[in-house]
């Protein structure tokens, strides 16, 4: 199959795969400057924590370009808004944030505007290579961890179209699959934005991986049926003790792990650890509109004047993870050192 890379940077121009219209619809959205970048992310049109990162880095290469000052306090105040402006377009995954962060000191180190410029394309097309290449590794990692066969189930979508290309648990998954295992996949519909049923399910029907589509309350019964063997998902947010912030709906099927004796793998590159967070309490969990719980495929299926609480996101104890796996190796309970000194195989400055 052809590789699926939802971002594409072609003929000085930044292409976004429009992941609302999938799996009915593949549209390329072209990006005119970083505003429709935020937009965009703001609208899920591209989603998931490194997909999200690599997307905000071209975002602020175009606002580069956006910016006509010729001085660099003027050039950097603008950019900074942009910058402002881009990490405010989610809240919950830290790539994100690290990825806009990262570019903007980028371009404090330039001397010139024009320099700037380039420089920022240079460091978006870096930090997307960087995370194939990451997610390639966390596979190779990962693999020995899944069952030989069986079932192995994951939840929201954290696969080629979630990154820049391969997959973060999904990569796992492939990994394994290119080894021989020859386990079944079992995704969660994830509602409501159907992220399993719309983007995994068709991800894993290119790839050849036989899947099979639940709604999310059906996995408890097959966990306690035993064909589920092994879980294993994605993350927004590591902190440093190794809590995970991750699609609502990852929690409670952690803890439904534990009481079954299943192992339980969250796979993330380092760039989604934050180790300036000591733990998952001060998260900030995403709420999302109402209309994404009360409509269904545009209509209303829910009472007039109901209330709603839709937090697109959910916080794993440490206690209920076996392992995460990045590509630099595999963290094990209790993750602090783990994690740390993977980031520091990233990079040294992050744990200084
Ligand atoms: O709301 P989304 O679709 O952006 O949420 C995505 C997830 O929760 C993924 O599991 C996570 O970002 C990891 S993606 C490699």
Redesign the pocket.
């Known amino acids: 199959m052809t590789e699926i890379e939802p971002i594409r940077w072609e003929n000085e121009q930044l292409l976004l795969l429009d992941?609302t219209q999938l799996p009915h619809r593949q549209r390329w959205l072209v990006m005119r400057g970083s505003s429709q970048v935020a937009k965009a992310i703001r609208e899920?049109r591209v989603?998931?924590?490194?997909?999200?990162g690599v997307a905000a880095a071209y975002g602020m290469a175009l606002a580069a370009r956006q910016v006509r000052k010729r001085t660099m306090p003027t050039f950097l105040k603008t950019l900074e808004e942009r910058a402002a402006e881009l990490s405010a377009s989610?809240p919950?995954?830290v790539?994100l944030h690290w990825a806009v962060a990262l570019c903007l000191e980028a371009a404090r180190q330039c001397p010139t505007p024009e320099e700037a410029r380039e420089r920022l394309l240079a460091e978006a097309q870096r930090l997307q290579q960087e995370d194939v290449a990451a997610?390639r590794a966390m596979g190779q990692h990962g693999a020995s961890l899944l069952p030989d066969s069986g079932g192995v189930l994951t939840?929201?979508?954290?696969?080629a179209l979630?990154?820049a290309g391969y997959?973060?648990?999904?990569g796992v998954v492939r990994a394994a699959w290119e080894t021989g295992k020859r386990f079944q996949v079992f995704c969660t519909e994830?509602r409501p934005?159907l992220?399993g049923a719309r983007?995994t399910a068709w991800e894993l029907v290119q790839l050849g991986i036989p899947v099979s589509l639940i709604v999310d309350s059906a996995a408890a019964s097959l966990m306690r049926t035993g064909e589920v063997n092994a879980i294993v998902?994605?993350?927004?947010r590591v902190a440093a003790n190794g809590d995970v912030?991750?699609?609502?709906g990852?929690y409670s099927l952690s803890v439904l792990a534990k009481e079954h004796g299943i192992p339980f793998y969250v796979?993330?590159?380092t760039s989604?650890v934050d180790l300036a967070m000591p733990n998952g309490d001060h998260i900030v969990v995403?709420e999302?509109g109402p209309s994404e719980v009360t409509h269904w495929a545009g209509r209303q299926t829910a009472a007039e004047g109901i209330g709603v609480r839709n937090p697109?996101?959910d916080v794993t104890p440490a206690k209920y993870v076996t392992a995460i796996i990045t590509e630099h190796g595999v963290a094990k309970p209790p993750y602090e050192a783990d994690l740390r000194s993977l980031v520091a195989a990233r990079s040294p400055e992050a744990v200084a």
């Open positions: 992941q899920m989603r998931g924590a490194p997909a999200i989610r919950t995954a790539n997610n939840h929201c979508n954290a696969g979630a990154t997959g973060t648990a999904l994830t934005w992220q983007l998902v994605g993350a927004d912030a991750n699609k609502i990852t796979a993330a590159p989604t995403e999302r697109s996101f």
